[in-house]
Each structure stands twice: as C-alpha cells, then as structure tokens.
C-alpha cells in the first residue's frame, strides 16, 4: 500500500489515526455523557445535542485561524505539535465533573483542532504537489482517510470499556492518551517532513494578520454577541424569542457572518487566473455544508435511536465476550418500568443537587410485549456508543474498494473529476436516509425496538457517500488553492463542516418535536437532495474551470 506513495505517509496515516482515536472516543460518549443521571450532567436531549452542535461546529470553525497561523508563521509541523497537545490535555480534563472544567476543556480542543486539523491535511498534499506523485493524490487521501477511521472504529472498544468498569473520567483520559502517542509518532517521522513543513510567509497581497484580526476576528466576536442577546419574536413554541433555537445557535451563526464575507472577498480580490479556481472551492463549500448537517447526526439522533430505538439486547456467546471484556451493561427488568407512566425519571441538578426529576422513558418502555423477559430478570445490552464504530468499521471495509474503482476508472480514462465524486457522494447519502425512514416504519414509530441492522445498512450507504465526498474534498482543497493561501482555503473546508456541524445539532434538537420520527429523516433526505441537485447543476461549469490535472 505505501511502496507508490511518499515516505511520510505513513507516520501521518498513524498520527490521523491516533488522534481521531482520541477525539472520536470523546465524541462517542460527550452526549451520553452529558444525559448521564449519576456521572454526567442530566441534560435533557435538546441541551445536549445544542451543546454538542455548537462544540463541534466551534471545533470546525478554528482551522480558519489555525490554517493561517501555519501557512503564514509558525509552520505545519510547530502547529500540528501544539494543536495535538493541547486536544490532548482537553480530552482529559473532560473527565473532571464540572461545568466551568467542561468548558475550559471544551476549549482547548476547539483550538488545538484549529492547528493540528487542516495542517496535518495540507502537508500530506505537500509530498503530492510534485511530478512523481501527483497522480495518486486521491488515492493516497483515500489512504489516510482509512487511518482517520481505524482510530474511530478502535477506539469506541475501549471507551465503553473504561466507562463501564472505571467511570467515564477513564475514558477522557484514554482519548488523551491516544491523542499523546498520536503526536509522538508525527515526531518519529520527522525526517521525511524536511522541505516540506516550513512557512509560506506574508505574500504580496495578503492581508496582515493585524487586519484579519481587526476586520474579521473582532467583528465575529462582536456578532457573536449581538446574537447571544438580541431577540426575536416571542411565541407559545419560543417562549425565549430566540432567532435560530438558542442563544449558543443564535451567536454562531451570527460571528460566521464576518468569516464567511472574508471568504467571499478572497475571490473579489484574486488574481484573475486564481479567481475561477477560488469561486468552485466557496461553491463546493456551500453545497457540502448540507452533506455535514446530516452526516453529524451519528453523534447525536443516531445515538439517540441507537440507545432509545435500537434493540441492544445481547445473550448467549455475545453475552459471554460482552461481558468479559466490559462492553454490556447489566438492566433489571421491573414491571412498573413498563406498566406505569413515565415510571423512571431523570434528575436535574445544580451543583449536584437534585432540583427537580423529569420523566424520561426506560428501556423497556418499547419493547413488545411478547419479547419482556420475567419480571426480576436482569439482561444485558450492548454499550450505546458502540453504535459509533459501525460507519468507521464500513469506511475500513470499504475504502480499499472504492480505491481500486477508481483506479480501474483512471487505468481506462473514465475516472470521473472530483466534483463529480462530490455530486454523486450527495446523492448516495441521501439515499442513506430513507433507510431510517423504513426503520420508524418497522418499529411503528418507536413503539417497538428495532434491529441494530437497520443502523448497519444506514451507515454503510452514507459511507459510500462519505468516501465519494470527504476524502475528494481534502484533495480537491490541496489541487485547486492558490500556493499561497493553502492553509487558509482548506480552513474554508472545514469552516463549511463548522457550519453543518451547527446545522446537524440544530436539527437534533428538534427531534423530540417530531411525533411520527419519519418526518424527521424525511427533512434530512430533502436537504441533501437539494445539495445533490444544485451540485449535478453546476457540475459542467465546476468542471470547466478546473484544469486537466483534475479531471
């Protein structure tokens, strides 16, 4: 696999590994976390999934300033060190039990994210940007996208794990210790980085930094909290007059206002041999802001459906290797869980006092009659964020194919361009979505609990789509940027993952608004049906203004 590739492949596939098996370990558990009774926080699920939305949206957003930062003065491989040690510190301090430590950690992976995420992107296109290698950039994307996802499927084992037997503070702190030994293997491989990590500089007709942060950086903060205060119109189903949902919602989208007009007046402001190439990236990075809201939902309603709506039962052998290795947990069947109305209930505290209990459903409020164990009988279910590992595991499975597809389509001159990958990566993963739509449907509503497979098929679809759209975009970032401004346009990429990020923890939120969960999924299938017909529209002019190279 590594004999056609550069040298340093490697080392950065192990690092992406090791550091998505830090930050998907976290994100696996944050919103169970954050739900949790006794160990978490006992938010209910709209807090949850707003405080989710807006910690993954914010953790997207800073590779803006992380991307400058590096292209401009520090480097790729300074940045990269500091942005993995400090997501390592912050994963660990998540473990701490309180609030204002939640927040503070919360923090310092938001910012080590911004240098560590769109750096160590841009300097694996760096080894592609020569004569050599230039043909196998997708391919070798496509290559270190599998070591994202070998992290993210591995590393929900050991999450649920330590969570089970030694607490959810064990699990914050394996997610830092993976982040660590990601950034001790990028340092092993440092000398095959020479030549290629060193700062671009300040070039002529950049904007200085001291201007960035004047025009840009000040007023998104200052936007940020106009929409933290500013009100809309009170109604009996917005009581708090919000404008978007939140005050957290309302503030993001409110400071991306000023990010994104700097992102336009890059392509005013281009050369005229740079702005085509400039106007199909902000093109792209507006169509997949909708792939993301939807794509985002595995952390939040997916997880929901796989802990409410997914039957997790297991028994027998799976029992067995469930239990010795710590990955099921122990539920005692009572019959008032089930016969008496909202006979489990969830705390709300303050400061760990109890202030007032919640009716929250158990789970074996929508099992079928017929499938409820005796009364007394205690069953075991499979950890809720193992459901976390299934799109990973597909990735895993599926890169390697999709690879050889498109080397087979390049070996016979029809490999498709790589904003037609995206177009068709939209559609598959819409058709993802009428997957869940069957499953509402076969467990009449959620009345009645479903088979895990219906997950499993819902992922893999979308994972097709993934692998059609995230890794082609990276390297399609990494073909068209102009030299000088590399950073700062894959910090666009990721400024549109923000964005959907949000998206998807707004949409979340929502889904205990919706009485028949079908119309959820079906609000998600329309969206990216939407982004997939404006793509395959503006696909012929996309296409024309990319060069050969591309194609």
């Known amino acids: 696999m590594w004999k056609n590739h550069p040298g340093a ?64 003065y520090l480097g790729y491989r300074t940045s990269i060190i500091i942005g993995g040690i400090l997501m390592g510190f912050g994963y660990m301090m998540m473990g701490v039990h309180s609030l204002p430590m939640l927040y503070l950690a919360m923090g310092l992976v938001i910012l080590g994210n911004g240098f560590f995420k769109p750096n160590i992107s841009t300097l694996l296109g760096n080894f592609y940007n020569t004569d050599q290698y230039r043909s196998r950039k997708d391919e070798g994307y496509n290559i270190f996208y599998m070591g994202i996802n070998v992290g993210a499927f591995i590393c929900n084992f050991f999450g649920a794990a330590l969570q089970i037997l030694l607490g959810w503070k064990w699990a914050f702190f394996a997610a830092g210790v993976g982040m660590f030994i990601g950034v001790g293997v990028f340092l092993l491989g440092s000398r095959h980085y020479k030549g290629y990590t060193k700062k671009k500089g300040i070039q002529p007709g950049d904007m200085p930094f001291w201007k960035i942060c004047l025009l840009i ?15 809309g119109v009170a109604s009996e189903s917005n009581p708090n007059a919000y404008i978007f949902g939140s005050d957290s919602t309302d503030a993001f989208i409110f400071a991306c206002i000023p990010v994104i007009l700097f992102y336009s007046s890059l392509y005013f402001r281009a050369k005229p041999d740079e702005k085509s190439r400039i106007g199909a990236l902000l093109t792209i990075f507006a169509v997949v802001i909708l792939f993301w809201a939807v794509f985002k939902l595995n952390g939040s309603a997916l997880t929901t459906w796989a802990d409410r709506y997914t039957d997790r039962q297991v028994s027998g052998f799976a029992e067995t290797v469930s239990t010795n290795i710590s990955l099921s947990k122990s539920l005692s069947f009572e019959k008032d869980s089930v016969e008496a109305t909202d006979a489990q209930f969830r705390k709300i505290k303050e400061n760990g006092v ?46 390697p194919l999709v690879v050889a597809f498109f080397t087979f389509l390049r070996g016979i001159g029809k490999e498709p361009s790589t904003p037609s990958k995206i177009a068709f990566g939209l559609l598959i993963s819409g058709l993802s979505v009428l997957v869940m739509v069957a499953a509402v449907k076969a467990g009449n509503n959620g009345l009645e609990k479903v088979s895990v ?24 970032v990494s073909k068209v940027s102009p030299t000088n401004i590399t950073s700062l346009m894959m910090g666009g990429w990721f400024l549109s993952t923000s964005i959907g ?24 299938f329309a969206l990216l049906m939407a982004a997939s017909l404006l793509m395959f529209a503006l696909l012929r002019s996309l296409n024309k203004t990319m060069n050969q190279e591309i194609k």
Do not use: C, H
């Not at 007023?219 to 106009?226: E, M």
């Not at 497979?453 to 399609?476: C, D, H, K, Q, R």
């Open 354 to 399: 109890v202030k007032k209990e919640l009716n929250y459903p158990s789970y074996f409020k929508n099992v079928r009659a017929d499938l409820l164990p005796a009364e007394g009988t205690k069953v075991s279910l499979w950890a809720t964020n193992l459901s976390q590992s299934i799109n990973p595991g597909w990735v895993i499975l599926l890169t």
């Open 217 to 231: 950086l000040l007023p998104s903060a200052l936007f940020g909290v106009i929409g933290w205060f500013l009100k």
């Open 501 to 524: 990020n949000k998206l998807s923890g707004v949409l979340a939120s929502m889904w205990d608004t919706y009485d028949n969960k079908a119309d959820f999924f079906w609000v998600n």
């Open 453 to 476: 497979w219906w997950l499993v098929a819902n992922y893999g679809i979308i994972t097709i789509g993934e692998l059609f759209l995230s890794p082609m975009g990276l390297s399609l």
């Open 9 to 72: 492949l490697p080392y950065l596939f192990l690092s992406e590994m090791w550091e998505r098996f830090g930050y998907y370990l976290m994100i696996g558990i944050f919103t169970l976390y954050l739900k949790d009774v006794e160990g978490g926080f006992s938010l209910n699920e709209k807090e949850a999934s707003d405080l989710y939305g807006t910690f993954i949206a914010l953790v997207f957003l800073t590779p803006f300033i992380g991307g400058l930062l590096a292209d401009r």
